[in-house]
């Protein structure tokens, strides 16, 4: 089992920047493939960006590309997601989530993942 919890969620300005991070407990994080999704209010959960588990490779929906960053320390047990030049449409509840490893392509799908955090919710003001 892992327990994810995020933080570093809230309100920000359009064009304004947010650091999410996702702690990580129980089994060994590093073994695992770690994502972000985010979810709008009256819209399905969908994919924003993933990682593998050394950190080496990274893999970013087409919205967010050039603007987020995801990140992880492994020593740590965390990972991030730093979001740059927010939109008021970035506005939804962020999840981090953990699953086992694949090839990172294919690690677009929520159905991927074993373990997810509670959310944060990251509003953005135009």
């Known amino acids: 089992q892992v327990q994810l919890v995020e933080s570093g969620g809230g309100l920000v300005q359009a064009g304004g920047s947010l650091r999410l991070s996702c702690a990580a407990s129980g089994r060994t994080f590093a073994v695992y493939v770690a994502g972000w999704f985010r979810q709008a209010p009256g819209k399905e959960r969908e994919f924003v960006a993933t990682?593998?588990?050394?950190?080496?490779?990274?893999y970013y929906d087409d919205s967010v590309k050039g603007r987020f960053t995801i990140s992880r320390d492994n020593a740590k047990n965390t990972e991030y997601l730093q979001m740059n030049a927010l939109k008021p449409e970035d506005t939804a509840v962020y999840y981090c989530a953990a699953g086992t490893s694949g090839p990172i392509t294919t690690m677009t799908s929520a159905r991927k993942y074993d373990y997810w955090g509670q959310g944060t919710q990251v509003t953005v003001s135009s």
């Open positions: 990682i593998t588990p050394s950190g080496t490779y990274t």
